[in-house]
């Protein structure tokens, strides 16, 4: 009698077919909003344009950084909100002077969070929609690209997209500062 070979191609089937309906879920999963914020896969490749804002490298930043009026610089980075109160899971450094406005980046901001946006943005500019605002995170990081299309649709005019972020400053060697975020609300 025969002796039965034991078949190893199922499981790879199993497997190769699973891999490709998670892969159809993901790509049916759209990665913007109806109104055209990134809304998922933040940490993946950015654009090289931005309409509403210039992108910025660290050498322009720095001459940016040199000029009158200095421009506000916006950290976008999430922090875990949990219970009313933001989570330090692992320290957080920003660019000397930044403000962060944590979670505020996120593609759909709940309408608590977009007040936090817009009130701070209102109050360190003191309400001139001119002011000089540069928003950052880290490199390959969609949080700030969000920020920049959310500020230029509240009407600020002079907005800066700091692309490559905390990670090009700190290739740079430049320094950086212990983070806290901005109290919510």
């Known amino acids: 009698m025969p002796r039965a070979r034991p078949c190893l191609l199922r499981p790879s089937l199993a497997a190769l077919s699973l891999s490709l309906l998670l892969g159809v879920a993901q790509a ?3 990665l913007f909003s109806a ?4 809304i998922g896969l933040y940490r993946s490749p ?3 344009q931005l309409q509403g804002g210039a992108i910025i490298d660290t050498p322009a930043l720095q001459t940016l950084l040199s000029q009158t009026p200095r421009p506000l610089l916006i950290d976008v980075y999430r922090r875990q909100w949990l219970h009313g109160r933001f989570i330090e899971d692992q320290p ?3 660019l000397p002077g930044s403000h962060w406005l944590a979670n505020t980046g996120d593609g759909d901001l ?3 969070w977009q007040d936090y946006f817009a009130r701070n943005l209102n109050t360190l500019t003191a309400g001139d929609l001119a002011r000089p605002l540069v928003f950052y995170c880290r490199s390959d990081c969609w949080l700030s690209w969000n920020a920049v299309k959310r500020a230029a649709a509240m009407g600020y005019k002079t907005l ?3 692309r490559d972020g905390l990670d090009a400053w700190q290739a740079a060697n430049l320094p950086v500062t212990p983070a806290q975020p901005e109290p919510f609300p």
Do not use: F, I, K
């Open 28 to 30: 049916d999963t759209p």
């Open 35 to 38: 109104d055209g914020y990134r």
């Open 46 to 48: 950015t654009p090289n």
């Open 92 to 94: 957080h450094e920003n």
């Open 110 to 112: 709940p309408p608590a």
């Open 160 to 162: 800066y997209w700091y």
